[in-house]
């Protein structure tokens, strides 16, 4: 007789109770996975990204043939932050209907939900949907456990389509923009404060940029993720007050639309900053976009509708996602959808309802039984 299967919100407590921040790894919340699946007959490696930070890719055997519908999910959590919680944030409390702690949006709730109808398939008959979990470590640190995975020969299987588990309160959205950072550098002449006509201000070139790249306006737009956006996050310049700076950093945020080139972006920023800004380091993670009308979208998207009876067109997540890393190197259409509630994200008192954690599970149930879309 088959093992009973946890509840969604029991796996999402034990999730909880894991503390997964940067500096305690995903090994605890790894081992617990890995325990429910292999338990279940999966096949689960782990791939690590650095000791004690495995990222896991799960397959059913005895599955039909084909490519894998794909759970992806992340892991760890951001930090717990300087304000004081009202709870204990890794306690996996239950209140109100809600599920109290870090990560319980962020994304517990979701992997958990994945986890729970990957058990239900595998209790049922030969031959299962071809399903694979992929659990990454290090996604709220530059995707690093998805990007590990995408360069690792082999470490992926052929997945036909995937479904991203972030917090969307179990709305669908087809994509995100991505994401380029860049360090910019000003350099100048240092001199006395008292003699400023003696050096070159570094930051005085910074802060004119400042207000240049204040007034642009990137041409591209998207009817569903609208505009581009650009953000100066962090200036760091000079010594000391009665010392003219002779240098200055800027590290700046945009997000792209799909279809922007990153390198024509660079170029047009250079443009506005003027000659004396130096590109002196980026890091690029691709948007991603699937359009409704893909023929898998499309029939998962009336799938989900009719478990939620949220008729409201799909939009877009405003954060990137391990489809950035991962959607290249698959090649497949792609949906995000999730139990957490976005606003939760990495807030202090985070939560989810209990609730969407079953709605999440029986969809992704629902989707995996009608694996393959034909």
């Known amino acids: 007789m088959a093992a009973p299967i946890p509840t969604p919100l029991t ?8 503390p997964s921040r940067e500096e305690q790894g995903e090994q605890a919340c790894a081992d617990y996975l890995r325990g429910l699946l292999e338990a279940a007959g999966f096949a689960v490696r782990a791939i690590d990204l650095a000791p004690g930070r495995p990222n896991l890719i799960a397959t059913l055997p005895q599955a039909k043939p084909g490519p894998a519908l794909a759970f992806s999910g992340h892991l760890d959590t951001v930090a717990l932050g300087q304000a004081p919680w009202s709870f204990e944030p890794c306690g996996g409390l239950v209140d109100g209907g809600r599920l109290l702690g870090r990560g319980a949006s962020d994304m517990k709730a979701g992997v958990a939900a994945m986890v729970h109808a990957a058990l239900r398939l595998a209790q049922g008959p030969a031959p299962r949907p071809n399903v694979a979990l992929i ?17 690792t020969p082999g470490a992926l299987p052929p997945v036909g389509a995937m479904l991203i588990g972030e917090p969307t309160a179990n709305q669908p959205l087809l994509g995100h923009k991505g994401g380029l950072w860049l360090g910019v550098e000003f350099t100048g002449k240092s001199a006395h404060a008292s003699m400023p006509h003696l050096g070159d201000n570094a930051i005085d070139k910074a802060a004119a940029a400042i207000v240049a790249l204040g007034g642009h306006r990137f041409a591209q737009s998207h009817a569903v993720l609208g505009r581009p956006t650009l953000n100066v996050g962090l200036i760091r310049g000079g010594a000391a007050a009665n010392i003219v700076a002779d240098h200055c950093r800027l590290d700046l945020d945009t997000r792209l639309l799909p279809g922007m080139d990153p390198e024509a972006v660079i170029a047009e920023l250079r443009r506005v900053m003027g000659p004396q800004a ?8 691709p948007p991603t976009w699937t359009e409704p009308d893909h023929p898998w979208v499309a029939a998962a998207l009336k799938l989900i509708a009719a478990q939620t009876g949220d008729r409201r067109p799909p939009g877009g997540a405003p954060y990137v996602t391990d489809a950035s890393a991962l959607g290249p190197a698959l090649g497949c259409p792609t949906l995000i959808i999730g139990p957490g509630e976005p606003g939760q994200a990495h807030q202090t008192d985070e939560w989810c309802q209990c609730e969407r954690i079953d709605q999440a599970a029986e969809i992704y149930h629902q989707l995996a039984l009608a694996w393959p879309m034909d």
């Open 135 to 151: 659990f990454s470590a290090g996604e709220e640190h530059g995707l690093k456990g998805a990007l590990h995975l995408a360069k």
């Open 278 to 285: 130096r590109v002196v380091s980026r890091n690029y993670l």
């Open 11 to 18: 796996i999402a407590q034990e999730l909880v109770r894991r």
